[in-house]
């Protein structure tokens, strides 16, 4: 059996600067948001380096590092939620022949799959009252443009600063 020593030491980096993120999600609550997509920007890092089975292992044990040491256990959830929209994703990717358009259909689909559910089912975790009507109608469209804006953050990570420190760490 091959060890690689310095791929399990970066995923362990990885995880435990995920979980730092996590924590510091449930510290400043203002910026959970933020802090809960860099932290899932460690699972697309682990993805690309490692491939899609690996980054997998990693999402679940960077998950369940985060579930014992978080405060918050919503938390962790949206970073599951977040790095397994980021493993469908990167699957995709390289399962076809890199249709932009496909993409993007597959990318909301995929979101839409996980967002609809909880906004129709667990409304009492995301507001204090019940919405309906035209205020429904607007969180689902802020939902379909935070997912844009995450998106395209996650693409310029991928592509401008992990690019820079990749080289660094290997």
Known sequence: MHVN??????????????AVL???????????????A???FCV????????????????????LVNLIVSPNKFYCLTF??????LLLVELFWKRTKHRTVALWVFKYVI????????????QELFFTKKITGI????????GQ????????????????IWGKLRGKLQ
């Open 5 to 18: 020593a310095k791929k399990i030491a970066t995923a362990g980096l990885l995880a435990a600067f995920s």
């Open 22 to 36: 996590i924590v510091l999600a449930s510290v400043i609550e203002s910026s959970s948001l933020f802090f809960i």
């Open 38 to 40: 860099a932290a899932s």
């Open 44 to 63: 697309g890092i682990a993805l690309r380096e490692w491939g899609i089975g690996l980054g997998a292992g990693y999402l679940v044990a960077s998950t």
């Open 80 to 85: 599951a939620a977040m790095g397994l929209y």
């Open 111 to 122: 979101f839409n799959c996980m967002y609809l559910p909880a906004l129709v089912f667990f």
């Open 135 to 142: 205020l429904w109608i607007v969180v689902l469209l802020a």
């Open 145 to 160: 443009a935070a997912l844009f804006v995450y998106d395209e953050a996650y693409r310029y990570f991928q592509r401008v």
